[in-house]
């Protein structure tokens, strides 16, 4: 994950309600954080101070079949962790 596929600030409640609302429904579980533990442990990372930010990688790695997009916490303009949360 490099800086430059920084798209936007977000924070944890809208990413729990974007991307995994659904799969609770699917699931039929009361809390991403049951289906999904590995989210859990990415956003226990978060510090005050830092910022969650959604990245994806350019047209061009997705086209070659090895684009990545997902979440990462950044602390002081770096990035310190980062959830995959999708890939192709």
Not at 26 to 42: C, D, I, M, T, V
Request: net charge negative.
């Amino acid at each position: 994950m490099r800086n430059d596929w920084l798209i936007g600030k977000t924070t944890v409640e809208v990413v729990e309600e974007k991307y995994f609302k659904e799969m609770e429904l699917y699931a039929h579980s009361e809390q991403a954080n049951k289906l999904n533990p590995r989210w859990g442990s990415f956003k226990a990372q978060i510090e005050p101070g830092d910022e969650l930010w959604e990245y994806c990688s350019p047209m061009e790695s997705w086209e070659a079949r090895c684009g990545r997009a997902g979440f990462a916490i950044l602390r002081d303009g770096k990035v310190v962790a980062s959830y995959l949360r999708m890939m192709n």
